[in-house]
């Protein structure tokens, strides 16, 4: 299926590795062309050549931390000097650390909120006048499975995301006019770095393995199994198409069947 994106410009954030780089490389692959960014100046600039070795398609990556307005502000008017607009904007950022009610302060649920809510509406006030312009946009917000059912012992990603979700939400139905998508994705358990570290805290934590914190994660998955980053990316990928054009503030689970609900 041709998804008729060549050419279009697309900015990634937090994209030097898993989900956000797999949406990187699979939008490549549909001949847009492609913005990454994140906080390490080296390991973004390695992504960004290993996507265009594998493509040979255009790839630039920005040093910048999603949270600091400077930077994004910076990123921002240079991609519009040196692409003219952006087409498609996949926000994503890192997770908040693990933990519980009694784990956290305060301020560090403002940090959980600034890394994932406030980086979001922050990325959509800069984009979407170049997008309106040119009548045409398709914003994904990365989310998790979290804001379909709160996962146990992510206190702070499950109460920053669920307002990512009311912003997105709302957006959609402010820019639907300008043909402009907002839509979101909620990864389920996601075969990338952050996963394994979650394991890795599991073991830590309970005095077990990792080996036992994925049997235990599985069995609760319908599908028996962890999703890859290649099956998140083509969902990403066609909510960013052109034929996508008809469906928007969506919150769309891709999850093996692991959330319960029926939403
Ligand atoms: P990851 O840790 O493998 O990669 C995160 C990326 O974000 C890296 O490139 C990192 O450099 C970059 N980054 C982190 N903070 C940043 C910032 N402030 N500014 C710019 N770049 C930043 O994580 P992942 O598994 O790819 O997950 C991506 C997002 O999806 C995270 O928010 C995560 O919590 C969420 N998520 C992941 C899963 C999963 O199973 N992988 C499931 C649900 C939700």
Do not use: H
């Not at 060549?6 to 956000?20: F, H, N, P, Q, W």
């Not at 909620?186 to 077990?208: H, I, M, W």
Request: glycine letters at 8%.
């Amino acid at each position: 299926m041709d998804l008729q994106i060549k050419d279009k410009i697309a900015l990634i954030t937090a994209a030097s590795k898993g989900l956000g780089k797999a949406v990187a490389l699979r939008l490549s692959q549909e001949g847009a062309k492609v913005i990454i960014c994140s906080r390490n100046k080296e390991s973004i600039s390695k992504t960004e050549q290993e996507i265009s070795q594998k493509t040979g398609g255009i790839v630039k990556s920005y040093f910048c931390d999603v949270t600091n307005e400077e930077q994004v502000a910076q990123m921002i008017d240079g991609i519009i000097k040196k692409f003219g607009k952006i087409d498609i904007l996949v926000t994503n950022a890192g997770g908040p650390p693990s933990g519980g009610f009694g784990d956290f302060e305060i301020d560090d649920y403002r940090k959980a909120f600034e890394l994932n809510l406030l980086s979001t509406i922050n990325l959509c006030k800069k984009v979407i006048p170049t997008m309106k312009k040119d009548a045409w946009g398709r914003i994904v917000m990365i989310t998790s499975i979290s804001v379909k059912q709160p996962i146990d012992n992510l206190i702070l990603s499950n109460t920053a995301r669920t307002g990512v979700i009311g912003f997105m939400k709302t957006l959609s139905n402010a820019v639907a006019v300008d043909n402009i998508t907002v839509n979101s994705i909620c990864p389920g358990y996601t075969k990338t770095d952050r996963v394994e570290n979650l394991a890795k805290n599991f073991a830590q934590k309970n005095n077990s393995t990792e080996t036992s914190f994925y049997e235990k994660l599985e069995s609760n998955i319908p599908m028996k199994r962890i999703g890859t980053t290649s099956e998140f990316a083509q969902t990403v990928a066609f909510l960013a198409s052109e034929g996508a054009g008809y469906i928007t503030g969506v919150s769309l689970k891709v999850d093996g069947g692991f959330s319960k609900g029926l939403f």
